[in-house]
């Protein structure tokens, strides 16, 4: 069972493009994604920040910008 | 008495909006959220900013979310993970269908769009009825008078209108069309109420004017 927001969740298509990446792919959206932070989130209609990770962690966009 | 188009020409065309949005942006249809985005806009812009250095993506992007994800295992990544080879594209279980999943939130400018859209068909559709310009109407000047009363009336009933969506969640676009045509309970329960309390206050200030 697959995380129904693979579709239209921008982080999904990151997690695609690098191998690096595909850890949180195979956790989270093809695994446990009920506890996906982003998925938590958008479960309950709150708008999910475009720089949290499934683990609840943010990125700095500061400093990637 | 101001006229209105027969119900049988805007039901339809309400009805093609909402479902019309639904398909094109996988978004629902609503306004006062829409509006709302506007009353924090240094945050919403910073929200934009964000989703915009995700999308456009960056080696420094990729290394960050690599980082993390070391991280979260707890040591280096495995070396399957770690070469870099070209992730597979071809395999990998296909999402399942979106369903009722919605669109990420678009940028503020396309909002800032949707609103002036709304304001243009609103002065459209007063011109195609020859009432613009004609004030509040003569209902609203009969039921609350004109002058400072009635501009204090607009300016206290447009608070409260702004208190009560965004207490609720919506207005009768978001709630009325959008919830109640996804069958969502509290779409189905608040427009009732709107429209309700808006018939008692219209009865009350109707029996006091008189």
């Given at each position: 069972m697959s995380c129904s927001h693979m579709a239209t969740c921008p982080l999904f298509a990151k997690f695609k493009m690098k191998a690096s990446l595909r850890i949180w792919q195979d956790f989270f959206c093809q695994g446990q994604f009920e506890t996906c932070a982003r998925f938590k989130l958008a479960k309950a209609g709150t708008r999910v920040p475009p720089n949290l990770l499934p683990n609840g962690k943010t990125l700095d966009l500061a400093v990637l910008g | 008495m101001t006229t209105y188009w027969p119900w049988w020409t805007v039901a339809p065309a309400l009805a093609a909006l909402t479902v019309g949005h639904w398909i094109l942006v996988r978004r629902p249809l609503g306004v006062s959220g829409v509006l709302a985005r506007f009353s924090r806009v240094r945050e919403e812009l910073a929200f934009d900013r964000g989703t915009a250095v995700m999308q456009a993506g960056s080696p420094a992007?990729?290394?960050?979310?690599?980082?993390?994800?070391?991280?979260?295992?707890?040591?280096?990544?495995?070396?399957?993970?770690?070469a870099e080879a070209p992730a597979e594209t071809g395999s990998a279980p296909q999402a399942a269908p979106a369903g009722r999943e919605c669109a990420p939130t678009p940028p503020l400018s396309a909002h800032l769009t949707f609103l002036v859209a709304v304001a243009a068909g609103g002065f459209l559709a007063a011109l195609s009825?020859?009432?613009?310009?004609?004030?509040?109407?003569?209902?609203?000047?009969?039921?609350?008078?004109?002058?400072?009363?009635?501009?204090a009336a607009l300016?206290?009933?447009?608070?409260?209108?702004?208190?009560?969506?965004?207490?609720?969640?919506?207005?009768?676009?978001?709630?009325?069309?959008?919830?109640?045509?996804?069958?969502?309970?509290?779409?189905?329960?608040?427009?009732?109420?709107?429209?309700?309390?808006?018939?008692?206050?219209?009865?009350?200030?109707?029996?006091?004017?008189?």
């Open positions: - | 992007l990729e290394a960050a979310m690599a980082a993390a994800a070391a991280e979260f295992l707890g040591g280096p990544l495995p070396d399957s993970l770690a009825r020859g009432t613009f310009g004609a004030g509040t109407g003569d209902a609203f000047a009969r039921l609350i008078g004109s002058g400072p009363v009635a501009l300016a206290g009933g447009g608070a409260l209108v702004g208190f009560g969506t965004a207490l609720c969640g919506g207005c009768s676009a978001g709630h009325g069309l959008t919830g109640c045509g996804r069958l969502m309970p509290g779409s189905l329960l608040s427009p009732g109420v709107f429209f309700a309390a808006a018939a008692a206050v219209s009865l009350l200030l109707g029996g006091l004017a008189s």
